[in-house]
């Protein structure tokens, strides 16, 4: 009786110690079955919106959010992700391209498969009155890379839990300088990714419900680039324009020209063109007669000259950005817009100067979406979502540096959707006004990890292992 009594009381304390320390879920794979496989996203979102890791994440987000920093100056945030990194027990390399963090979960071993992060915020003023708004005058968190760094955080936590079922090594990218600065082309400079086998990455949509994703196979966004022109004439009074050169006019004759380069130069029965767009028409009947249309954009955005009402200056500085959805159609807008600058200036009797700002502003290729990855990503998507709620979307023209990864390996990059109609209406990204869902959070974090744990699973046995050490290649 003494003995039963002793048994069950060490039944007790271990049944306490267990609720005190709740162990991981744990998975089964069959070998020949996809059941094992298809329970982790839901089984990972489940633990991604425990009490106690949403709260955790909702802290760090409103940590970032309330500091700000630029490109290449993400100091602070660097160091709070290297700090939370510690805590878990993660290892990692950090002042990669100046202030990002990469670290390593799982074996050390390949294969390996990277989640992406973009850290650095916008030069705004933060215009929404709220507890945890910007503490930095003129900089701002509007672009969501806050819940960015975030959801890689919280996937870390995750796959930290459940780095006993890592067939391989998954790598946290913190990239610094998304926002023009070319931060994923520094990264890569680095040689920190040569031996990633794929790479994810994601962006908060406020125009897509929470609970949803989309992106599509092939090109999703186009690539960019920006230019400068001054153009020079010879200034003189307003009243007597025959003694001078007006650069105004040569630079609005410029202007008109440049949108020749889409409405005028471009095929609209180019294949990749139509392609894309014959695609778009099924998809969605708002975008009937696109077909029709063009992948490329010119936008000219600043027009600077003069100070005064009677003046005709001696220069003009002109300004804009000009995209599109594969590097030859880029490569040649690039050259038929100095071109014609150039030969519209001479027109008018102005010379020009054309700068194409590659220093300061990198040109970013398109962001296309590798195919095998795309049919991936439904899958894992769909057994967390539900498959009603994978959105395949059109291709948009704004742009993203995480192309620079996808010109070296098999990438994906996808939109999280965060609208809940209940909170009203959700600003745009690069708005003063915008604000980030938080309930989005435990979404993007639970598909961070889902993509690449399944990855190293479903992937990693066909993938052909080259021999060597590789723990501390990365």
């Known amino acids: 009786m003494g003995g039963a009594m002793s048994f069950s009381k060490w039944v007790f304390v271990v049944f306490v110690l267990h609720l005190l320390n709740p162990c991981p879920v744990r998975f089964s794979y069959g070998s020949s079955s996809s059941n094992g496989l298809s329970d982790i996203p839901k089984k ?29 100056q993400e100091f602070e945030t660097s160091q709070l992700i290297r700090s939370e990194l510690d805590k878990m027990g993660i290892k990692y390399k950090h002042s990669v391209a100046v202030t990002g963090v990469v670290g390593f979960i799982g074996t050390g071993e390949p294969p390996f498969v990277a989640l992406r992060a973009d850290m650095d915020s916008l030069p705004l003023q933060e215009m929404v009155e709220w507890e945890y708004k910007s503490k930095i005058p003129g900089k701002m968190h509007a ?34 300088a998304e926002e023009g600065g070319g931060g994923a082309h520094k990264v890569l400079e680095a040689g920190v990714l040569e031996k990633v086998n794929a790479i994810f990455g994601l962006h908060v949509d406020p125009n897509l419900p929470i609970g949803e994703v989309a992106s599509r196979p092939g090109p999703l966004l186009a690539g960019s680039g ?44 180019d294949s990749q063109s139509r392609q894309c767009f014959l695609y778009i028409v099924k998809l969605d009947p708002l975008f009937q007669g696109a077909e029709h249309g063009t992948h490329k ?48 200036a001479a027109v008018q009797r102005c010379s020009a100067t054309v700068d194409f700002l590659s220093k300061e502003k990198p040109f970013f290729p398109p962001t296309i979406n590798n195919n095998d990855l795309h049919k991936y990503f439904q899958t894992v998507a769909g057994d967390m979502l539900d498959t009603q709620k994978v959105k395949v979307m059109a291709p948009v023209m704004g742009s993203e540096d995480f192309s620079f990864y996808q010109e ?51 992937f990693g046995p066909k993938i052909s292992l080259p021999e060597g050490n590789y723990r501390d290649e990365l």
């Open 408 to 458: 070296v390996m098999p990438g994906y990059f996808f939109f999280l959707g965060m609208k809940n109609e209940t909170l009203g209406k959700v600003e745009s990204i690069h708005s003063p006004y915008f604000t980030l869902n938080e309930d989005a959070l435990p979404y993007g974090a639970a598909l961070h990890a889902s993509l690449a744990l399944r990855y190293l699973l479903e």
């Open 143 to 176: 672009c969501g890379h806050d819940g960015h760094v975030t959801m890689l955080l919280g996937a870390a936590k995750i796959l930290q839990e459940h780095r006993e079922e890592l067939k391989g090594t998954v790598v946290l990218v913190f990239q610094p």
């Open 226 to 269: 920006f230019f400068e022109a001054v153009i020079g004439g010879k200034g003189g009074h307003a009243a007597i324009p025959q003694h001078s050169i007006d650069p105004i006019l040569a630079a609005s004759n410029v202007i008109v020209s440049l949108q020749h380069l889409v409405s005028r130069e471009a095929d609209p029965l």
């Open 297 to 344: 954009v010119v936008t000219v955005a600043k027009f600077q000259g003069g100070g005064a009402f009677n003046v005709i200056p001696d220069s003009v500085l002109i300004g804009g950005t000009f995209r599109a959805f594969s590097k030859e159609s880029f490569t040649q807008l690039k050259q038929r817009i100095e071109e014609v600058i150039i030969g519209q």
């Open 44 to 72: 990972l979102l489940n633990f991604a919106k425990r009490q106690e890791l949403v709260g955790w994440m909702i802290g760090i987000r409103r940590k970032i959010h309330q500091n700000p920093e630029l490109g290449y």
